[in-house]
């Protein structure tokens, strides 16, 4: 094979930001004519956001909207053309800070009779609280037949045709924690068929029902202004909060918000270190929650180096992989998936350190060019 030859350039040097990551890992696929409907999210760093589809394309009959906090780009429409979809989503935060991320979504075509299974997901739910979805079908002719054709419902949970036939409609109230996976089956008055796998998390129900929402919160910088909050729900309010264990970050103080639905953390960091605590929420009837946070102190923003290259002219061309050598003879790949884009942002790097880098171009069949010639960078 051919090795393709294309150049990578050295961007025009180094930036300190704060970080800002897209959450979103991956997206559904869907069918043809079905409405399609899915979310990429992203935190950290400050807003507004703005978004891009920074390379590739997005399926025929989707459009891409950021929503009104910005925080989320919105995938609607109907696809048209049945195809595999790769491109790649760029989002950029108030300060400058950037990262994207490359996604692939397989439109499938109208199965056999045009009959087809329009719901792509089901909501996860808690212990004890009433439950309702429906799976929905399209095309063919009905009356429809439904059937779980694999798996189990969560316990609790039965499954029943619509009077229109259309829909199966999931309904009742969950009783054990624990991931479900079932697949739904809907054959047609023809006898067309198809089926769709799904999972459904039912999670244990919190102590009195007020449970701590916030997974984590974000690092800071010394001499940066922070800010974080911490919030609840559930239970009856006003809430009260306080940290139960550990201490906060030296210059970030506590402080319960207006609603009492949330702790807001705020302050300018003083000292660079990492801080365990744990937040306790304690509802009005007295039932409580809590989670525990780490919170790293960095003295000073980590750099990012962003690089850029031609994209390769094969026809053929997957994707491309991006490698990192302290000395420029032992090489590392530092993507761990295929960059869709001729872009690519490494904010793992150290300061005060010297890199190269040099980049790959990946066919549909998995093989892999030759490394273009390294370039140098000094991270101040």
């Given at each position: 094979?051919k090795?393709?030859l294309?150049s990578?350039?050295?961007?025009?040097?180094?930036?300190?930001?704060?970080?800002i990551?897209i959450?979103t890992?991956?997206?559904?696929?869907?069918?043809?004519?079905?409405?399609?409907?899915?979310?990429?999210?992203?935190?950290?760093?400050?807003t507004?956001?703005?978004?891009?589809?920074?390379s590739g394309?997005?399926?025929a009959?989707?459009?891409?909207?950021?929503?009104?906090t910005?925080?989320?780009?919105n995938l609607?429409?109907?696809?048209?053309?049945?195809?595999?979809?790769?491109?790649?989503?760029k989002?950029?935060?108030?300060?400058g800070a950037?990262?994207?991320?490359?996604?692939?979504?397989?439109?499938?075509?109208?199965?056999?009779?045009?009959?087809?299974?329009?719901?792509?997901?089901?909501?996860?739910?808690t212990?004890?609280?009433?439950y309702s979805?429906?799976v929905?079908?399209?095309?063919?002719?009905?009356p429809?037949?439904?059937?779980?054709?694999?798996g189990t419902?969560?316990?609790g949970?039965t499954?029943?045709?619509?009077s229109?036939t259309?829909?199966?409609?999931l309904?009742?109230?969950?009783?054990?924690?624990?991931?479900y996976?079932?697949a739904?089956?809907?054959?047609?008055?023809?006898?067309?068929?198809t089926?769709?796998?799904?999972k459904?998390?039912?999670?244990?129900?919190s102590?009195?029902?007020?449970?701590?929402?916030?997974?984590s919160?974000?690092?800071?910088t010394?001499?940066?202004?922070?800010?974080?909050?911490?919030k609840?729900?559930?239970?009856?309010?006003?809430?009260?909060?306080?940290?139960?264990?550990?201490?906060?970050?030296?210059?970030?103080?506590?402080?319960?918000?207006?609603?009492?639905?949330?702790?807001?953390?705020?302050?300018?960091?003083?000292t660079?270190?990492?801080?365990?605590f744990?937040?306790?929420?304690?509802?009005c009837g007295g039932?409580?929650?809590?989670?525990?946070?780490k919170?790293v102190?960095?003295?000073?923003?980590?750099?990012?180096?962003?690089?850029?290259?031609?994209?390769?002219?094969?026809?053929?061309v997957a994707?491309?992989n991006?490698?990192?050598?302290p000395d420029?003879a032992a090489?590392?790949k530092?993507n761990?998936?295929?960059?869709?884009?001729?872009l690519?942002?490494?904010?793992?790097?150290?300061?005060?350190?010297?890199y190269?880098?040099a980049?790959?171009?990946v066919?549909i069949?998995?093989?892999?060019?030759?490394k273009?010639?390294?370039?140098?960078?000094v991270v101040?």
């Open positions: 094979m090795p393709w294309f990578l350039f050295l961007l025009l040097g180094t930036r300190c930001l704060a970080s990551a959450t890992t991956s997206l559904p696929s869907d069918t043809v004519g079905s409405a399609y409907s899915a979310a990429i999210r992203a935190s950290g760093a400050c507004p956001y703005k978004w891009a589809i920074a394309a997005l399926p009959g989707i459009t891409a909207r950021a929503s009104s910005t925080t989320s780009l609607t429409g109907t696809p048209k053309t049945a195809a595999t979809y790769s491109f790649a989503v989002v950029t935060a108030c300060g950037t990262t994207q991320k490359a996604y692939k979504v397989a439109i499938r075509a109208k199965t056999s009779g045009g009959l087809s299974i329009e719901t792509t997901s089901l909501p996860n739910d212990v004890g609280s009433a979805a429906a929905r079908a399209t095309g063919g002719c009905t429809y037949k439904w059937a779980i054709a694999s419902l969560p316990a949970i499954a029943r045709a619509s229109s259309t829909s199966l409609n309904t009742g109230t969950p009783k054990t924690a624990a991931t996976s079932f739904v089956k809907v054959t047609a008055c023809g006898g067309a068929t089926q769709k796998a799904y459904v998390a039912i999670s244990a129900k102590s009195g029902g007020i449970t701590i929402q916030t997974t919160v974000p690092n800071g010394v001499g940066s202004a922070y800010s974080a909050a911490v609840a729900s559930g239970g009856c309010t006003p809430y009260h909060f306080a940290i139960s264990s550990g201490v906060l970050p030296a210059g970030v103080s506590a402080q319960v918000s207006s609603t009492t639905t949330s702790l807001n953390l705020t302050g300018t960091p003083k660079a270190a990492t801080s365990s744990t937040v306790k929420a304690t509802d039932d409580t929650s809590q989670r525990a946070y919170i102190i960095q003295a000073t923003e980590n750099h990012v180096v962003d690089l850029s290259w031609k994209a390769s002219t094969s026809s053929n994707g491309y991006v490698y990192r050598s420029g090489w590392k530092i761990a998936s295929l960059i869709a884009s001729t690519y942002a490494d904010s793992t790097v150290s300061n005060s350190s010297t190269f880098y980049a790959t171009t066919d069949s998995g093989h892999e060019s030759k273009t010639s390294p370039i140098k960078v101040p």
